[in-house]
């Protein structure tokens, strides 16, 4: 059973940085595409960034551009996604989601992607 897990969600002042951590079990992460998804408080979900399999590319949201990275360690079969340079307006509930892929792009069109955790929370505020 696919099954992926956030943690690393906190409270952190503007400026701060936070890692979050999206583990995989049941699957091999390198095989799939990985999403990074928020929603923020009486907004819809929208698409943060994403890996695409095998590393081969990845994409962010012009928001969190310069911001945040995303990466992948297929040996501890997990990807992260480290945020610096907090804003107020990155706060909101934090989800990965998993998609199975064999060639292509990732996207974050939340459509795409079957495999979804519950959530880490991420509050910037001073």
């Known amino acids: 059973q696919v099954q992926v897990v956030e943690s690393g969600g906190s409270l952190v002042s503007p400026g701060g940085s936070l890692r979050l951590s999206c583990s995989g079990s049941g699957f091999a992460v390198r095989d799939y595409h990985i999403g990074w998804f928020r929603q923020a408080p009486g907004k819809a979900r929208e698409g943060v960034s994403c890996t695409s399999m095998n590393n081969r590319s990845t994409y962010y949201t012009d928001s969190v551009q310069g911001r945040f990275v995303i990466s992948r360690d297929d040996a501890k079969n997990a990807v992260y996604l480290q945020m610096r340079s907090l804003k107020v307006e990155d706060t909101g509930v934090y989800y990965c989601?998993?998609?199975?892929?064999?060639?292509?792009?990732?996207?974050?069109?939340?459509?795409?992607?079957?495999?979804w955790g519950q959530g880490t929370q991420v509050t910037v505020s001073s």
């Open positions: 989601a998993a998609l199975r892929a064999s060639t292509g792009y990732c996207s974050v069109n939340m459509y795409y992607y079957p495999h």
